[in-house]
Each structure stands twice: as structure tokens, then as C-alpha cells.
């Protein structure tokens, strides 16, 4: 007899993707050139809550230094761009995962030797020694000046398309918006292997009961180490991306508020659920824009969503429309 | 050569000695019964064997190798695995999952990232057929921390015999569970574990459980082992019922209260 199968339905996966990858794709020819620049940041902000929720919620780490990544991604490319006068993105984001990756490397060696309250710390404090030397080393990070990122100064797919002339800020909005879907549908088909691979599963019973996972055989720490680096190298992959499209790099976005946006997105959407922090880091893009353009207040109204949504929807959005779509289906 | 042997093994917490100078053999095959009055130090043993704690002195010796060094997983891998007293399960994982998860880890498997969980037919196939044995199949696919009490224990058993291992230490199987769910919970680790040749230690409060299962049970008391023998050598030591019951009858465990 064969073994039943466990695991996601492929018919209601695709039928959940297939829609939603259509209308990513369609909505830049209805929504204008505004609203498709706001959706480039959702999605790499999505790739960064992507990566942070595979440690938040696979893996039952909280860090709060997850912009340390996201910043080490966006200032490798700044810097790549600025002193090698690499104009290829391709290799901007190869060397800005890199970098993120060596770097994450060694602040997860002593990350993850400890867990809860003092793993956040840990995460935090390393996180403010890179703000700092951002901060500090001015001549070389350009202090709180920052680095230049001109989107004339990118190609995109190896030189075929480039940002100078008549148009070209349109023609980089749209093109840019195509390239970072497609690098954001790549990352969320490879995290959503990872997650479901043995490795995930690893992953899910380190965080339910850590000690019953080494009297499985799983080596906790090191395994908490690579789910550490590949959650950092996917933070820095949204990092690298992020910067053309701001256009510059600050020591802000290395200063722990941007971990704490990191952790509001990924609650937002919901951290138990996988397409949670992908939703929730699109939906917080758009209320943190419009809270700022709206009132001086905005922090206010961001906080205020926190405390509501942690009182009224525990479980996030995705969490809160799993559940309610669970009971319209029982009998 | 014995399976397990723990020589002048000690471990105190302050000056409590939970495990105290024990030397312990177990041959292959066998059911051993660990037993004793509360505090006595049987799971402190088992703890200090399979890792969860570290001993103060003394030698462990597995398959003739020293492991008293060793780090739990690195036991785990030489052939060494446990249930717990507290059900120590993974209460968000499905009931599948869980077995699953053994197998995966037992094969070396888990460090894969790069292929889906639910395709491998091998081990969905071995999983179902542990559950079947556990009796757990019609709970397969609902969460851990939904089953009851009794099929919580036997999860937590199937999680470690999944390991395959050569050694399985088994710590109050059936504690907190009713007594009709006893016998049941007690044949079913029986049948499985003598079916499959393994060596089973059993730290268990129920003489009657003990009496039934044992090939040889080993008194504890004060961290030290007080006797060993086999059910019938244990039933007329009339020392062992003294330290287990309080007082002893005329035939040691025939006393009837």
C-alpha cells in the first residue's frame, strides 16, 4: 500500500499562487507609476520579513538586529557601486548577499549560544555596532549623509537595460518593479522549500521543544546557526534591492527602529503562517506611508495598530482569515 | 560483552546523592526494570546516562566504547534513545510528523533544505507503519498536543523507537495515564520493543507492570542500587519490599493490604 500523503494540497497551493502571481504582475499597468514604486518596497520589505519569519516563526528566535542585515545588503551595493563602478546589479546582489552572509555568519556563532531575552539582546547589540561604525567612519560611509545610489548608476540582466535619458525614471519604476518581483517570487519558492524540507521540520521541532530535539539527534545550535544565516542572507537580499530604488543608503537603516519595523511586519501578517510576514510587510509599507503623509503623529497611529492588533488579532492577517475561513468551512 | 556498563557512576546535587557509585550492566535483549521509592535517583541515572545530565565521575560504557564524554545527539547517534516522564513531544508538529522527523534525523536527513518533507516515500512509508504499530494511525494528521494523555506517552515512545535505537530507556511510560490505558500502553512497548530485539530500561512506579514485563529488575534507593535479580529473586526480597512498601510481609511483595 502506498504511504499517504501529508503535507500542502498542491491544487489549493496553486490556486492561491497562480492568482496572486497574476495580479502582481498585471497591477502596474492599472495602479500608476506611484503605487507601483510603493509596491517595489512592499515586496522587498517582504523578502526581508520572508527571511526574518524563518527565524521568528520556524525557528522560535526573536532578534531584534535584523536591520544589520538589511543595511549590510544595501551598503555593500552602495559600496560596490560607488568605489568599484560595478554597474551590473546581478553582481550588487551577489556581493551584498555575500557580505551579509559572512557577516551573518559570525554574529550568529554567538547569537544563537543563547536563546529568548538574551538572544534578542545579542541580536541588538551587534546590530548597533555596525550602526555605529556607519555613524562614525563618515569617510567611508559617508556618515548620516549616506551613500548616493542613482538609479543611473544600475543596469539590470547584465547591461541589457539601463536608466539614463529622457524617461527614465518611469522606465526604471517599471522595469525595476518586474525585476524585484521575479527576485521575490524566486526567494518565496525557495523559503517555502526550505521550510517544508526536512530542515524546516528540523526548524519547527527546535522551536516547539529544543530539548527533545537533541534527544532526536538534531544539533540544535548549528542548526539554529544556518537558519540564522540563510533568515540574515534573505534580509540582505531585500537590503541589496532596496537601495536603487531609495536612491541612497543612511546609518537609519541599520538603527534598531528598522529591526522593530521588521518585527510590527512580520506580527502584522502574521508570524505562524507562511505568507503572513509577506502580507503583512506590503499592508505595513502602505500604513506607514500614508500614517506619515497623513500626520505628524504617525508613530501614534503605528502604535496604536500594534496594540490592537496584538489584543484583537493575535494571530496576525493571515492568521485571523486562516481561522475565520476555517470555521465557515465546518459543518 | 554487556551492552551498557556504568562503572563507579556518580553525579550529587549538593550533598543529595542522586546517583551514587552505581554500577550498572545491561546485557543485550534485555527488559530491565528500574525501581525504587521517590528520590531514589532512577531517572537522575537514566538522565545522566542518556546525557541530559553530565556525571560528576565515573566511566559510561556503550558497545564497548566510553561515551561518558559524549553529547546527547552524539549518544543519540551511537544508538542510545528515551522517553520522557513529562510527555516531551513536538506539540505543534502533527502526530506524522513527529515520527517523521526521527526517521528523517536517524537518516541523516534533516540537514536537507532542498527537497520536500512529504515526497519522501521511504519515510512516509516507515512513519505510517510506526504509528500503525503505536497504534496512533487515525491520529496522523492532527497535532501532538491534541491526542490524549495515554496516546501522548506512546507518541513520545514511537518518537524514540523510530530512532531505531539500541538501547531505549523508558521513564514512567505509564504514569498519569488510567489503568485500563496501563495494560494496553504496556503491551503495546512490549510487543514492539521484544519484536524489534531491543534492550529496554524501564523506570516504572506499577509493580505489578514491573512484574510482568521484567526479565531483571534493579532496586534503587539513596542513588545507590540496593538489589537486582530477576521478578521472582526481586517478589522474595524482603529488604526490597521494606524499602518499596515500608514494611514487609511474611513472603516480601506477597503482603496484601
Known amino acids: 500500500m502506498p504511504a499517504a500523503r501529508t503535507g500542502p494540497s498542491p491544487k489549493l497551493l496553486l490556486a ?19 503605487q507601483t514604486e510603493l509596491l517595489i518596497y512592499g515586496l522587498t520589505f517582504a523578502i526581508a520579513a520572508l527571511g526574518f ?14 536591520s544589520a542585515y538589511f543595511g549590510m545588503g544595501a551598503y555593500t551595493v552602495a559600496f560596490i557601486v560607488r568605489d568599484l563602478h560595478v554597474q551590473s546589479m546581478e553582481l550588487c546582489i551577489l556581493g551584498g548577499l555575500l557580505s551579509t552572509l559572512l557577516i551573518s555568519a559570525l554574529f550568529g556563532y554567538v547569537c544563537v549560544r543563547h536563546t529568548r531575552i538574551f538572544f534578542g539582546i545579542l541580536t541588538l547589540a551587534l546590530s ?99 537558519a540564522f544565516v540563510i533568515s540574515a542572507s534573505f534580509t540582505g537580499l531585500a537590503g541589496a534591492l532596496w537601495v536603487p530604488l531609495n536612491g541612497l543608503t543612511t546609518p537609519e537603516i541599520l538603527y534598531w527602529p528598522f529591526s522593530g519595523e521588521l518585527v510590527f511586519m512580520t506580527v502584522l501578517g502574521g508570524f505562524r503562517t507562511f505568507s ?39 494571530t496576525g492577517i493571515v492568521g485571523t482569515i486562516g481561522r475565520f475561513v476555517a470555521q465557515m468551512r465546518r459543518p | 560483552m554487556a551492552l551498557l556498563q556504568t562503572i563507579d557512576l556518580k553525579r550529587y546535587f549538593g550533598e543529595t546523592r542522586a546517583v551514587d557509585n552505581v554500577n550498572l550492566s545491561i546485557e543485550e535483549r534485555e527488559f530491565v526494570s528500574l525501581v525504587g521509592p521517590n528520590g531514589a535517583g532512577k531517572t537522575s541515572l537514566i538522565n545522566v546516562i542518556s546525557a541530559l545530565l553530565q556525571a560528576e ?33 513536538f506539540d505543534d508538529l502533527t502526530t506524522f510528523d513527529n515520527v517523521a522527523l526521527a526517521i528523517f534525523s536517524r537518516q541523516g536527513k534533516t540537514a536537507h533544505l532542498g527537497s520536500l518533507a512529504h515526497l519522501d516515500e ?5 512513519a505510517d507503519g510506526i504509528l500503525g504499530q503505536f497504534g496512533l494511525a487515525a491520529k496522523r494528521d492532527g497535532n501532538a498536543r491534541d491526542l490524549a494523555q495515554g496516546e501522548r506517552k506512546l507518541l513520545d515512545v514511537a518518537l524514540a523507537y523510530a530512532l531505531k535505537p539500541k538501547l531505549l530507556f523508558l521513564d514512567e511510560p505509564t504514569s498519569g495515564v488510567s489503568t485500563r490505558d496501563k495494560g494496553q500502553i504496556m503491551d503495546t512497548i512490549a510487543s514492539v520493543v521484544r519484536g524489534e530485539g531491543i534492550t529496554a530500561v524501564i ?14 529488575i534493579v532496586v534503587m534507593a539513596q542513588g545507590a542500587i540496593l538489589a537486582q535479580g530477576t521478578p521472582d529473586e526481586i517478589r522474595k526480597n524482603e529488604q526490597v519490599a521494606m524499602v518499596l512498601l515500608g514494611s514487609s510481609g511474611p513472603d516480601g511483595f506477597t503482603r496484601k493490604d
Open chain 1, 16 to 34: 492561491v499562487a497562480v492568482p496572486a502571481v497574476l495580479v502582481l504582475a498585471l497591477l502596474p499597468t492599472v495602479i500608476g507609476l506611484y
Open chain 1, 53 to 66: 519569519n524563518l527565524l521568528l516563526g520556524y525557528t522560535g528566535l526573536l532578534s531584534f538586529g535584523h
Open chain 1, 128 to 226: 548597533q555596532v555596525l550602526w555605529s561604525l556607519a555613524f562614525k567612519f563618515f569617510w567611508v560611509t559617508g556618515g548620516t549623509d549616506g551613500i548616493r545610489v542613482p538609479r543611473s548608476s544600475v543596469t539590470l540582466l547584465a547591461g541589457l537595460l539601463d536608466f539614463k535619458g529622457a524617461g527614465a525614471y518611469s522606465r526604471f519604476v517599471y522595469a525595476y518593479y518586474y525585476y524585484v518581483l521575479i527576485v521575490f517570487l524566486i526567494a518565496v519558492a525557495v523559503m517555502w522549500v526550505i521550510v517544508h524540507s526536512p530542515f524546516g521540520k528540523a526548524l519547527q521541532a527546535i522551536r516547539d521543544n529544543e530539548t527533545r530535539a537533541s534527544f532526536v539527534g538534531i544539533r540544535v545550535r548549528r542548526y539554529r546557526w544556518i
Open chain 1, 276 to 314: 503572513g510576514p509577506i502580507v503583512g510587510a506590503i499592508a505595513f509599507n502602505y500604513l506607514k506611508v500614508y500614517a506619515v503623509a497623513s500626520s505628524q503623529y504617525w508613530q501614534l497611529v503605528l502604535g496604536c495598530v500594534l496594540v490592537v492588533l496584538v489584543m484583537v488579532l493575535p
Open chain 2, 57 to 89: 565521575s565515573g566511566k559510561i560504557i556503550f558497545r564497548g566504547e566510553d561515551i561518558t564524554r559524549l553529547s546527547t545527539t552524539e549518544r543519540v547517534k551511537a544508538g542510545i534513545a528515551r522517553s520522557f516522564q513529562l510527555v516531551n513531544v
Open chain 2, 122 to 126: 521511504d519515510v512516509n512509508r516507515e
Open chain 2, 203 to 216: 523506570v516504572e512506579h506499577d509493580m505489578d507492570v514491573v512484574f510482568k514485563y521484567s526479565d531483571r
